[in-house]
């Protein structure tokens, strides 16, 4: 039996073509929730989890970072996926019959022209490929969906337009997580750590603590924060820098990060994706 890699969604969802793309020595998991996309690694049901932390249209996916530090996995690698959108159809409907499409509600505003020059109603879903699955089991015929081409592969449906998106960027970054933290790897194109961190009640903290990294020469590609169970006092801090913690530049800063800080944790330590460049 193939290791299993877990995703949140329907088959067919972005999440599954990450996990194709990135891992395809592995069977891809579906999960309703990303509670349950870490629960699966964590209980053994899968070797992995594929989990998207942002996107370049619409920035980071929310409560993410609340939920990676609390997992218990760590980043083994990242992996970019080009947000293709299709318009799929029921078998040997037509574009000209489309009057109204299904789609999770962040693909309609990123496809509002293409729904807009063709007079396409738009409604939102709770799940793309999962919109495309019922289009499938029995929908009308003027009724369309917005998805990957890999759920029109799925279900059986017909692409009647592709890359209908406004913006040719449209990227997602996922990471990939497991149990255990690997330290050893070194990648051709650079590493990458993330770690989260939450700085001393002390005047210009964050200042000091990220000064570290400015005079170490350690670029950080990578910086938000988000309060602490609803505390406007307590705010933890994610980030990203390029970077092994065995690079004496990046020892060093994280050395100075640590003393200005209350609480500093590795979420991982992984070969830098070559297509973030």
Do not use: W
Request: glycine share 10%; aromatic share 8%; hydrophobic share 40%.
């Amino acid at each position: 039996m193939k290791p299993k890699i877990a995703f949140q969604g329907e088959p067919g969802a972005y999440g599954h073509e990450a996990c194709r793309k990135a891992r395809p020595q592995m069977d891809a998991l579906p999960c309703e929730t990303f509670e349950e996309v870490i629960g699966a690694v964590r209980e053994g049901r899968a070797e992995l989890a594929m989990l998207p932390i942002e996107n370049s249209t619409y920035g980071r996916v929310a409560d993410i970072h609340r939920l990676l530090p609390e997992s218990g996995l760590h980043i083994h690698d990242e992996a970019f996926v080009r947000v293709r959108i299709c318009l799929l159809g029921l078998p040997g409907a037509r574009l000209e019959d489309i009057t109204d499409v299904r789609a999770h509600l962040v693909l309609l505003p990123q496809s509002s022209q293409f729904l807009a020059r063709h007079g396409i109603r738009g409604h939102a879903a709770a799940d793309s490929a999962g919109a495309a699955a019922e289009l499938a089991a029995g929908g009308p015929r003027h009724q369309g969906v917005l998805a990957s081409a890999l759920a029109a592969e799925i279900y059986g449906l017909d692409v009647l337009a592709s890359d209908i998106e406004d913006h040719g960027h449209n990227t997602t970054r996922f990471v990939i997580m497991g149990r255990e933290l690997d330290r050893r790897r070194r990648g051709s194109h650079g590493m990458i750590t993330t770690f989260v961190f939450e700085v001393r009640n002390i005047p210009a903290a964050l200042y000091k603590a990220l000064g570290g990294f400015a005079t170490n020469g350690v670029n950080m590609t990578k910086l938000e924060s988000y309060m602490i169970d609803g505390s406007f006092t307590a705010t933890r801090f994610y980030a990203d820098i390029e970077g092994h913690p065995e690079d004496p530049g990046v020892r060093r800063a994280l050395e100075e990060l640590d003393y200005f800080t209350n609480h500093i944790e590795i979420l991982g330590i992984y070969p830098a994706d070559p297509a973030r460049f």
